[in-house]
């Protein structure tokens, strides 16, 4: 494992307890330092998914798959984005 992934991994688990304790913003911050240290490191982008917005999440997830396109657990991911994304754009503060 390369520096930058042993990095990468550092920052998604400060980002993870960042999340955990309601900081998104800071666990946003540290899971973008993340995949821009490690742009090949596929959970960093699942991370990132996880406390985006529902279309960001879609996009997050297609990076996450560029990576491993045999993934399963991504491909599930990617289906509960596009539920999110429809459910957003369905709901009354979605519309307008």
């Known amino acids: 494992m390369t520096n930058r992934m042993v990095q990468a ?3 998604i688990e400060l980002a993870r307890k960042s999340k955990m304790y309601g900081a998104r913003t800071e666990a946003r ?3 973008l330092q993340a995949v821009n240290i490690a742009p ?3 959970e960093a982008w699942m991370f990132l998914a996880t406390i985006s917005s529902p279309r960001a999440s879609l996009a997050y997830l297609q990076q996450a798959l560029k990576i491993t396109p045999a993934n399963r657990h991504i491909r599930r991911a990617i289906h ?3 539920k999110r994304q429809r459910t957003a754009f369905l709901s009354p503060a979605g519309m307008g």
């Open 29 to 31: 911050r540290l899971a």
């Open 80 to 82: 509960w984005a596009i």
């Open 9 to 11: 991994r550092r920052l």
């Open 40 to 42: 090949q490191m596929e």
